[in-house]
């Protein structure tokens, strides 16, 4: 444990647990370890009871975890936070990193990596009885408009790419792109600028281009608008979006545009 970034995940949560806490002590194998190498120190409060408090080289191994996972945010991250930030900015609810199950017909499903039962809940398969089987999708942005009527939610998929090996892959897996064709209104795809035109994405898909704005930050033009089919969420999804936690709404964002004409 000389080296901070050869400190565990669970030891580096532990310390940061810590630094943010009274310090109650858990005495478990984790502490042994940390107080050990000197990142933690027991101190006693005036009343005898003991605590913990990081040290100096506690906090230098926090500020390089800090650093590290700061300069981990890949240009990928970076737009997909853009794109959900967009979302928010238009009145919707946004999540990312959500597994959501989706159906879809067997022809495509036999293509696809992550393929669950066929229809394990006994439902009668759509479109004229054709078999359907059960995928993992996971878009990078799913969101819905923040409506009290159920048909007005509008599901949106965001999957963002920008890296053209990435996205020729992506392109190549047809049961992926039918699996967020089945959870959503609208499936689009967000290219970084350079990697791909328009028209190498399916047309059933949306395009948006991600470029640098010239005052710095990302602009989303649209290349091409994605077809809106009507559709209503299932059970399913409702449940899963309601034990998932949306992206936090910037609550800053808009008191700073106040009085900054040029701020929208």
Known sequence: MDAPFQLPISHRRRLRE???SAGWPC???IEIDLLAAGLLQRVQDPDGRERLRVSDSGVQVLAHTLQSNRSALSAHEALVARVALE???AGRIAWRGLSLRARIEQAQAEAAPAVLPL?????PPPDGGRPHRWVMAMPDVYSIRNTTVEDYCCPIVHEVKVRRADLQSDLRNAAKRAAYLDLCSECWYVLAEGIAEPDEVPPECGVLVARPAA?????LDVARPAPRRAMRLPFGVWLALAK???VPAPLDEAQGWLGDPDAL
């Open 119 to 123: 229809d394990p809940e006994g439902a």
């Open 18 to 20: 810590i630094w943010r």
């Open 244 to 246: 998932a936690t949306p």
């Open 87 to 89: 979302m928010q900015r």
């Open 27 to 29: 005495q478990d194998l």
């Open 215 to 219: 005052g710095g930050g990302t602009v």
